[in-house]
């Protein structure tokens, strides 16, 4: 490749298409891999929250809280398709924290973060109000319900690398680093088609280490550096269960342990129940959910509910590993939730390295990874702060209007069922009539997959998100694999391998408009 690009970026998490994304929006020429699928690390396996992070005031971590804050709204105003404001109900447990710290910690969360669009905290009288009717009867008078936000952690870094590519970046997925070597001056990034197994080489006046749970594995393949900080890797995993409430509030429960755990409306029919903290030690592509994980989670859970939550009533689980600075904390959830940039200068070339970070803060993280690198980058003047003003891709209509987006789609394509519609409305928002075209029926979507996957569908995001497997389709660009039975995915990755052409290969886009 001849071109020689201002940023090469390592890793397709969220932290590497936001940087992607503010960088290409200043003028500079960017080129981004990823050795997997986007999201496919710990992008797509949170607790699928934007929010302040109530828990850290504990550990009098204010500016990790107030920065997440401030980033809700913005990131709901930009992405109102994808992103929702979601109340949450901490019930008082009388043998935990007192009610007067909940009160003061709740207080500060509302105050400190520019809360305009959400609601304010509210105390609830749980003998009374709905969201006390699923908890154990006579053990819980006395809540607490405050707003934080819900995300659809996969679509945001997917989309945020399509609008990165639609300003002209160039994504290549399943695509690995394997060497880092400096030549002639610059940053030279040999490329490894993992499909083909073809090679290639970026030239780049300026890198930057988005790995991830990998940041030190990307270290090793010849940098040249010896990074002072470390990575502690810890393991969060998550359970979802059969819909245990019939309301539409998240629960916030606190364990005697001192950690919290989350149930959460989820997929309209499921509640999705997490997080766990614990120290990983393995490969991060190898980490799943240990039977102790979720007997935990069950136990925590059950604590609060009238009806107990078994390990036989799961449906789905998932694991990611966080990347968190080693900050030599003692226990794996008193580790900072924060991100450190360690930038070094080998050669003369500067290499920025991202240790943490949360989904929540992805957007300021990008900002404040670019205030870094401006000395480097010749865009860097351009365009400062842009992001928090531009919607992602099918993010432009305001916050109240998603009933209005879904009621447009039934009008223009009545043969939608209302349940199809919502899904694609808060997938695609205004670019899902892009995506159904000029259809005047079912037939036209072409091959039905089941749980309203259709083959229109399927082709738009070969075509436009870089999908290649069933596995990409059904578990990160939707959660459709909660609902279709194994042999209709296994019928759609048949399709896939059938299907998959040239033209639609993600490995060859080259930034072409959307």
């Avoid at 590497?16 to 929006?25: Q, Y």
């Avoid at 500067?350 to 401006?374: C, N």
Wanted: include cysteine; proline fraction near 4%; charged fraction near 25%.
């Amino acid at each position: 490749m001849g071109q020689i690009y201002d940023l090469a970026i390592i890793g397709g998490g969220v932290n590497g298409c936001g940087i992607a994304r503010d960088a290409v929006g200043r003028g500079n020429s960017v080129f981004l891999c990823e050795m997997n699928d986007l999201a496919s690390g710990t992008s797509s396996w949170s607790t699928k929250l934007i929010h302040g992070g109530l828990r850290y005031l504990e550990y009098y971590d204010f500016k990790l809280v107030r920065h997440a804050l401030l980033e809700r709204e913005i990131l709901w105003q930009i992405a109102p398709h994808i992103i929702r404001p979601l109340r949450f109900v901490l019930p008082h447990h009388a043998g935990l924290r007192p009610a007067w710290l909940l009160r003061l910690g709740l207080f500060l969360y509302d105050y400190i973060g520019g809360r305009k669009l959400l609601p304010a905290t509210r105390t609830l009288n749980l003998t009374t109000d709905e969201t006390g009717k699923p908890l154990a009867p006579g053990r819980f008078t006395r809540g607490f319900e405050y707003s934080d936000c819900f995300v659809d952690d996969a679509r945001l870094v997917v989309l945020t690398a399509r609008d990165a590519a639609d300003r002209g970046a160039v994504i290549r997925t399943r695509a690995r680093a394997t060497e880092i070597r400096q030549a002639d001056g610059l940053w030279q990034v040999t490329v490894q088609d993992t499909s083909t197994g073809e090679r290639s080489t970026v030239s780049a006046r300026t890198l930057v280490n988005a790995g991830g749970p990998w940041v030190e594995n990307v270290l090793a393949v010849g940098a040249g550096v010896n990074a002072k900080a470390k990575v502690r890797l810890v393991q969060g995993s998550h359970i979802v269960v059969p819909k245990l409430y019939n309301h539409d509030r998240a629960y916030i429960f606190q364990n005697a342990d001192g950690r919290i755990v989350f149930a959460i409306p989820y997929q309209d029919d499921f509640t999705l129940i997490g997080t766990t903290d614990i120290d990983y030690h393995g490969d991060p592509a190898d980490v799943k959910i240990s039977a102790d994980e979720i007997n935990y989670l069950c136990k925590s859970v059950s604590e609060y509910l009238a009806r107990p939550v078994l390990a036989e009533d799961v449906v789905w689980t998932y694991s990611g590993v966080r990347p968190l600075y080693d900050d030599g904390a003692n226990e794996a959830k008193a580790a900072t939730r924060d991100y450190v940039f360690e930038l070094d200068l080998p050669g003369g070339l500067p290499l920025l390295s991202i240790y943490g970070g949360k989904i929540t803060t992805y957007r300021r993280l990008a900002e404040e990874a670019l205030q870094k690198l401006a000395p480097y980058l010749k865009g860097s003047k351009a365009k400062e702060g842009w992001t928090a003003h531009a919607t992602l891709p099918g993010g432009d209509f305001d916050v109240s209007a998603v009933d209005a987006l879904i009621a447009e789609l039934l009008r223009d394509y009545p043969f939608l069922t209302p349940a199809h519609a919502n899904r694609l409305a808060h997938a695609y928002g205004t670019r899902a009539a892009k995506m159904l075209g000029t259809a005047k029926s079912s037939v036209d979507l072409g091959q039905a997959f089941g749980a309203t996957l259709t083959e229109r569908e399927v082709r738009y995001l070969m075509a436009h998100e870089w999908a290649v497997s069933a596995e990409d389709i059904v578990w990160r660009r939707s959660k459709l694999g909660l609902r279709l039975s194994k042999d209709e995915i296994a019928s759609l990755d048949q399709w896939l391998q059938v299907n998959r052409t040239q033209p639609v290969n993600p490995m060859r886009e080259a930034g072409a408009r959307s």
